[in-house]
């Protein structure tokens, strides 16, 4: 038996690697028990795979670069080329791109151009992170003029840990 896991998560896989590593074993029983290995295949650390078919590799490729926000690569690459719009939405369902799914679902003709479609995430990305960064920066300001990890928290809805988060990754708050 061969056990192959495909994991698309964003994240590196932190997950167990065989069934030893999902069961409590005690020490004297390991050398009974089949330990059944996996095979793990991560989108995300996929540049040394190759498939035979070509959505498959575009697939894989695709969302990798876009894992990376190497929106760039995957527009130098698919810059003229349309794919099927199910192609596109698997594209999106693995990047949990909903943005994605909606434009391939809309496409006329079963067709759509990737680059359009990522020209738009990478937009809704950019929002993301300017609204990330307007966040961070109301959080720094009330801490500067003294205001309490837990009123920001409870004055812009965070929890207490969010906020100290935030001021932990600035340098600005030193907890024990």
């Not at 029983?29 to 650390?45: A, G, P």
Request: aromatic share 8%; net charge negative; glycine share 6%.
């Amino acid at each position: 038996m061969v056990t192959i896991c495909l994991y698309y998560g964003e994240r590196e896989w932190d997950g167990p690697h065989s069934l030893i590593d999902m069961l409590k074993v005690p020490e004297e029983l390991r050398m009974v028990v089949n330990d059944y290995k996996m095979n793990l295949i991560q989108v995300r650390d996929s540049e040394n795979l190759s498939f035979h078919n070509e959505e498959v590799q575009t697939v894989f490729e695709i969302c990798r670069n876009i894992y990376k926000r190497n929106y760039k690569k995957i527009e130098d690459v698919y810059q003229d080329k349309e794919f099927s719009s199910e192609l596109g939405v698997v594209i999106g369902a693995i990047t949990e791109s909903q943005k994605l799914v909606n434009q391939a679902l809309e496409s006329k003709g079963g067709r759509m151009n990737m680059c359009t479609a990522l020209e738009e995430m990478k937009k809704e990305s950019e929002k993301r992170g300017e609204i990330r960064g307007e966040i961070k920066g109301r959080i720094l300001t009330y801490f500067e003029v003294g205001v309490s990890p837990e009123k920001i928290a409870k004055k812009m809805n965070f929890t207490v840990k969010e906020v100290e988060k935030v001021l932990k990754e600035n340098g600005v708050l030193h907890l024990a």
